[in-house]
């Protein structure tokens, strides 16, 4: 099993093959955003998997951000591109949860929460939280998680 990073490095050659031009400039500028962030600081580093699925997550939003934008400013071709981008960076991430999937993770770990003989309150959100984070892990917002969990102890 390859890395992700790696997978990225093998499309590029691809991308050239099919002179895809969109896909090849994205997964460029991306590649780029993770060297740079590997290079960056006093000490290099090298990013696993986990990391470089959020740096593709956050550059995704910005592209669907920047889209956004160029939409309300009336720019609609300048926004498909955008978005054309995103959706290359998106086949690079994990499936997405639905939100009934997250919320059935939700009730799962406050059962299990449960079975151990506490209520979880809102006291608890940080024991509830954490599992719930780890078992979503970027597939799923995480501000509406946060906002599903408050809304189950609350």
Same mark, same amino acid.
Request: charge should be neutral.
């Given at each position: @099993?390859?890395? *992700? /990073?790696?997978? *990225?490095?093998?499309?590029?050659?691809?991308?050239? /093959?099919?002179?895809? !031009?969109?896909? *090849?400039?994205?997964?460029?500028?991306?590649?780029?955003?993770? +060297?740079?962030? +590997?290079?960056?600081? /006093?000490?290099?580093?090298?990013? &696993? &998997?986990? =990391?470089?699925?959020?740096?593709?997550?956050?550059?995704?939003?910005?592209?669907?951000? $920047?889209?956004?934008?160029?939409?309300?400013?009336?720019?609609? &071709?300048?926004?498909?591109?955008?978005?054309?981008? #995103? +959706?290359?960076?998106?086949?690079?991430?994990?499936?997405?949860?639905?939100?009934?999937?997250?919320?059935?993770?939700? &009730?799962?770990?406050?059962?299990?929460?449960?079975?151990?003989?506490?209520?979880?309150? @809102?006291? =608890? @959100? %940080? +024991?509830?939280? !954490?599992?719930? $984070?780890? !078992?979503?892990? %970027?597939?799923?917002?995480? !501000? #509406?998680?946060?906002?599903?969990?408050?809304?189950?102890?609350?």
């Amino acid at each position: @099993m390859s890395t *992700l /990073k790696e997978r *990225l490095h093998a499309d590029v050659v691809m991308h050239m /093959k099919e002179r895809n !031009k969109i896909a *090849l400039t994205t997964v460029r500028n991306v590649l780029g955003e993770i +060297e740079t962030r +590997e290079k960056s600081g /006093k000490t290099p580093v090298v990013l &696993d &998997d986990a =990391q470089v699925t959020s740096l593709l997550q956050k550059e995704a939003a910005k592209r669907r951000d $920047t889209a956004r934008i160029y939409t309300e400013a009336g720019e609609p &071709d300048r926004a498909a591109a955008e978005i054309a981008e #995103a +959706e290359v960076i998106e086949a690079y991430l994990p499936k997405q949860l639905t939100e009934a999937e997250v919320e059935a993770i939700v &009730d799962g770990v406050i059962a299990e929460i449960s079975a151990q003989g506490q209520v979880p309150g @809102m006291r =608890q @959100m %940080g +024991e509830v939280m !954490k599992p719930v $984070t780890a !078992k979503v892990a %970027g597939r799923f917002d995480g !501000k #509406a998680v946060s906002q599903m969990v408050r809304s189950r102890l609350g």
